[in-house]
């Protein structure tokens, strides 16, 4: 069974998701925005994920796509157009 991925938040200064798998936990995940890695940080007590910027002065816009990878290598994985 592949992980889930649930947004909680989405616009153009933050972006909040919850990530989990209720079998094997989440091994690894990695979201990109036009291509370039994005930085999150995750608090596994919670299962939430919550966006860094590098650059206060830019917005989250573009193509998002986040990949979520289980304990068991089963991949989930959204895309959106922000």
């Given at each position: 069974e592949k992980p889930k991925i649930e947004i909680l938040k989405i616009?153009?200064?933050?972006?909040?998701?919850?990530?989990?798998?209720?079998?094997s936990g989440i091994k690894s995940y990695e979201a990109k925005l036009d291509g370039k890695w994005l930085l999150f940080e995750y608090d596994n007590k919670s299962d939430i994920i919550i966006s860094k910027k590098r650059d206060p002065n830019k917005s989250f816009t573009g193509k998002f796509v986040i990949e979520v990878l289980d304990n068991a290598n089963n991949k989930n994985s959204l895309e959106l157009s922000l």
């Open positions: 616009n153009k200064q933050e972006m909040k998701f919850r990530i989990y798998d209720s079998l």
